[in-house]
């Protein structure tokens, strides 16, 4: 059997500290997967995500539809799929927005267990959809005290704290009294500036790859180390590495590499296939107790 999962499915079957093991999991065994496949035809951008690991293969094809006359579609929209390497069956299909969100937030938990997070003030800089999952997962995983949100849209950065309790307030605000930031933009001139960053800060950057650049060089020369998701996808599609003195991969970190980090921790993310088979794999193994999704 198969199942198709909606945005709603998935929200509603995700338990984040399951989501973690399971991403962990796939970090440290599953095979270095190839980096994406992309094509671009009349303005539009397709690319093939694929892994392979823990008895399974998943494939995500996602596409960003910047000229698309139905307004009411997302800007981005893709498929995740999870399918048996006997077979060839496909046993999940999902929507890969809410599954990208949720595989993103669970990675930057395990990046913010690595650089010694310790909950206090939480600042988040934007407040779309990714601000909006890794601040759900961090209030139900980690915690915080004080959560601060800026966004160049005022009203959304008000909606958002609402939801979750927090204050909107100023960019500087949140680099000068934030113990942890959360970068979730598309902003294309850096937002994090190292010269305010408080000593002791921990940094997650998990804007779009680019032309989108969040983090200043001063941020990376205080940091020496560079945590990521993947180096060959930091180094291929960022160029916020360039002044780190090294860079670690998530599933090194796992299995005990250490960074030599400075007076502030950053960890940067540009996305990873392995992630997507591990969101893909907890699904799979939620719905299959839950009501069934036929295809």
């Known amino acids: 059997m198969a199942y198709r999962l909606s945005a709603s499915d998935i929200n509603a079957l995700v338990d984040p500290k399951k989501l973690v093991t399971v991403v962990e999991k796939a970090l440290i065994e599953a095979p270095r997967p190839p980096r994406r ?87 988040v800089i934007g407040a779309g959809v990714q601000a909006d999952y890794h601040i759900r997962f961090v209030r139900d995983t980690l915690g915080y005290d004080k959560l601060l949100i800026y966004d160049i849209v005022s009203s959304k950065a008000e909606v958002l704290a609402s939801k979750y309790g927090g204050m909107a307030v100023s960019l500087e605000e949140i680099l000068k009294r934030s113990d942890a930031i959360i970068a979730a933009t598309t902003s294309r001139e850096p937002v994090v500036h190292g010269d305010i960053l408080r000593w002791g800060a921990i940094v997650a950057s998990i804007g779009a790859p680019k032309p989108v650049r969040e983090l200043d060089d001063r941020v990376v020369e205080r940091s020496r180390c560079l945590l990521v998701d993947s180096r060959e996808g930091v180094m291929s599609e960022s160029d916020e590495w360039v002044k780190a003195s090294k860079l670690v991969e998530l599933s090194e970190a796992l299995r005990g590499v250490k960074c030599d980090w400075g007076d502030v921790r950053v960890y940067k993310s540009v996305g990873y296939s392995l992630l997507d088979l591990a969101i893909a794999i907890h699904l799979y193994e939620m719905v299959k107790s839950s009501l069934p999704y036929v295809i």
């Open 37 to 123: 496949v992309a094509i671009e035809y009349e303005g539009s951008w397709l690319g093939v995500m694929p892994a392979s690991g823990l008895g399974f293969y998943s494939v995500k094809i996602v596409g960003v539809y910047p000229e698309n006359p139905r307004r009411s579609l997302p800007l981005v929209r893709g498929i995740l799929m999870l399918i048996d390497p006997k077979s060839g069956e496909i046993l999940l299909e999902a929507d890969a927005g809410p599954a990208t969100a949720w595989r993103t937030a669970a990675a930057t938990i395990i990046a913010f267990r690595i650089m010694g997070y310790g909950g206090g003030v939480l600042g």
